[in-house]
């Protein structure tokens, strides 16, 4: 996993040619983006074009390739991801308006028959709402296919939609009061200055200290090359002096390391433990360097033989199970995360601390984690046809922030990782631990969880309990029996959650 690390370059003297390398290498950029994805030429061809025309090396023509590659590819990842998400919006308000198309003929087929007093009145208030409404929502549905097509149309034909600078700061030269320009002309400076605050210096492993174009020595002294086009004016070397990162160091002091290698001619050349790659970036008019190294993690200590702690993410909290090697629950913990009324920093923050502690307790047990393998991309996409509350819930809920923060520091810690299906994990929990243990519901999940992730089969369904349950098929699978089960409970008919609980603790 490649990690990146940041410094400020305090070295002002060394600004004049960033600015001037960094305006020249995005010209470039986007002369190849045109040459090479718009006119499909060779990439060889113009490789050579380049060096010779252009007055640069061949290193730093692929780290030019390179840097337009990997936001080309980004691009298309994220267009893969707009049609997926397009496509499940679509199909979530076809159902909905199916439904509600129902609504609106059983309202009209009793408006025929009522054809005056109070009832009449408020049967025609809500036909008239659920019309409005119906109307709305087909206006959005043409608008979402629209789109849908549209993607589809550049993902068929391979057309990029790239702009240089942002869309948004481009579109903004239109409405310069609105955005907050005198002028056009201040905003053609912000535009440039937008397209040219950056570049990109590809490292490789055999080359000196990891990178070819900017060598970052042991004495910490960064060495970069100048552009052969630059060098009369600023020579062939910029050399900037006492470079250190506040944070990754030590990493990056191991990868200026290097190891002798012998090839079957007899001849030794050296070759270095990591490739570094630099992106230097313009902030305002501070320019800062960024050093991404792939870096190297500790074995994993943890096992299930030991047992294991699941966990079990909710709002404003995280639930820990820890289990013996047999499965049978020792005990929950309730670490407290505050995330309503919270900016995405202050909730990371606090799922940070949480999540460090847990860690931290499993590594000193010896124990792998447990978790859910949640993906609420499908309900995210029903969320403005679901309730208010519903809606809610789910954005507030960091679920995905949640899993990379596990993976990113059980990786770092040496911790194991193991995550499940999360089919029934409530559900299961409530009828089979809750009571039996003397467990919270959100403690009878984590029990499910990690009963799972060490290997147990999904568990068999009660058949005595105080809340009436459906018949269930002798020979139908525990996993159909328990979305029976779940279906019934679903019920407008059943009891409440709160409710439901109670009764299940009285199972004691």
Not at 401 to 425: C, D, H, W, Y
Request: glycine letters at 6%.
């Amino acid at each position: 996993m490649p990690l990146t690390y940041q410094t400020k370059i305090k070295e002002v003297a060394a600004y004049q040619y960033l600015e001037e390398y960094a305006k020249y290498f995005s010209h470039l950029q986007r002369k190849l983006f045109y040459e090479h994805y718009i006119k499909g030429k060779p990439l060889g061809e113009l490789k050579k074009k380049y060096i010779a025309q252009y007055g640069i090396t061949a290193r730093q023509f692929n780290s030019l390739y390179y840097d337009l590659k990997g936001k080309i590819k980004s691009l298309e990842q994220i267009r893969d991801a707009r049609i997926k998400d397009l496509k499940g919006r679509i199909k979530s308000l076809e159902n909905w308006l199916a439904k509600r198309e129902k609504q609106k003929d059983s309202l009209h087929h009793r408006l025929m028959q009522t054809r005056a007093g109070p009832k009449f009145t408020e049967i025609i208030k809500k036909y008239r709402r659920l019309k409005f409404v119906l109307h709305q929502k087909k206006r959005r549905l043409r608008n979402l296919v629209h789109k849908l097509d549209k993607l589809l149309f550049d993902k068929a034909t391979k057309v990029i939609r790239l702009c240089f600078g942002s869309k948004k700061l481009f579109k903004a030269q239109h409405h310069l009061k609105e955005n907050r320009y005198t002028d056009h002309g201040q905003w053609l400076k912000e535009w440039q200055q937008a397209r040219s605050n950056q570049f990109f210096m590809l490292g490789s492993k055999d080359e000196v200290f990891g990178n070819q174009n900017c060598a970052y020595h042991t004495n910490n002294t960064l060495r970069i090359r100048v552009a052969n086009k630059f060098t009369g004016q600023h020579g062939k070397y910029i050399i900037l002096n006492n470079i250190t990162f506040p944070y990754g160091q030590e990493h990056l002091d191991q990868a200026k390391q290097f190891k002798t290698i012998t090839n079957q001619q007899g001849h030794k050349k050296k070759e270095y433990l990591k490739a570094i790659s630099y992106r230097f970036t313009r902030k305002k008019d501070t320019w800062y360097l960024n050093a991404s190294i792939d870096r190297d993690y500790p074995q994993t200590t943890t096992s299930t033989q030991n047992g294991i702690i699941a966990l079990d993410l909710n709002a404003g909290f995280i639930t820990a199970a820890e289990l013996d090697h047999f499965g049978n629950p020792l005990g929950e913990t309730t670490y407290p995360v505050e995330m309503y009324g919270k900016s995405s920093n202050q909730i990371e923050a606090a799922l940070g601390d949480a999540i460090k502690a847990i860690v931290k307790t499993a590594g000193q047990k010896g124990k792998h984690l447990g978790i859910e393998d949640l993906d609420f991309t499908r309900k995210k996409q029903r969320l403005r046809e679901a309730s208010p509350r519903y809606a809610r819930m789910l954005s507030g809920f960091t679920y995905s922030k949640f899993k990379l923060m596990v993976q990113s520091k059980t990786l770092r810690e040496g911790v194991g990782l193991i995550a499940v299906n999360p089919f029934a994990t409530s559900l299961a929990g409530q009828f089979k631990f809750m009571a039996r243990y003397g467990l919270s519901s959100h403690g009878a999940a984590a029990c499910v969880i990690g009963r799972r992730s060490m290997g147990f089969k999904l568990e068999k369904p009660v058949k005595n309990t105080v809340i009436p349950l459906p018949d269930l098929k002798r020979n139908s699978s525990r996993h159909v029996q328990w979305l029976s089960i779940s279906r019934k409970l679903k019920n407008k008919n059943s009891a409440a959650f709160n409710l439901r609980i109670a009764m299940i603790s009285a199972d004691r």
